[in-house]
Nanobody, 122 residues
Framework: VQLVESGGGTAQPGDSLRLSCTLT????????MAWFRRAPGKDRAFVAT????????YYADSVKGRFTISADNAKNAVYLQMKDLKPEDTALYYC????????????????WGQGIQVTVSS
């Protein structure tokens, strides 16, 4: 199983960015997928998840209304559309697959991407 992230970069406050993550080596449609982030000096934190099968969505309070997680089954890809970016969104963003935690917002996943940097600065 491999996760490959793309789409990060530098943005100004109020800008938008879209992250992509492609899953290989496993059935995509039944796999829980998620995005986490690690801000400088902080622990890794849940951002959003899309559940396998049902495709139910969950978000961290800090990104609700600004970030949207979505999946393209034909491309085995999950996306994180980020709008109205703020400096506090600056972090290393990780894609994750196959959740082991009971809660949808739980932190335990079997597979992780390498991380992709998002920097929001004026």
């Amino acid at each position: 199983v491999q996760l490959v992230e793309s789409g990060g970069g530098t943005a100004q406050p109020g800008d938008s960015l879209r992250l992509s993550c492609t899953l290989t080596g496993r059935s995509f449609t039944l796999t829980d997928m998620a995005w986490f982030r690690r801000a400088p000096g902080k622990d890794r934190a849940f951002v959003a998840t899309i559940e396998g099968g049902t495709r139910d969505l969950y978000y961290a309070d800090s990104v609700k209304g600004r970030f949207t997680i979505s999946a393209d089954n034909a491309k085995n890809a999950v996306y994180l559309q980020m709008k109205d970016l703020k400096p506090e969104d600056t972090a290393l963003y990780y894609c994750a697959a196959v959740r082991r935690s009971f809660a949808p917002t739980g932190p335990t996943y079997d597979y992780w991407g390498q991380g992709i940097q998002v920097t929001v600065s004026s």
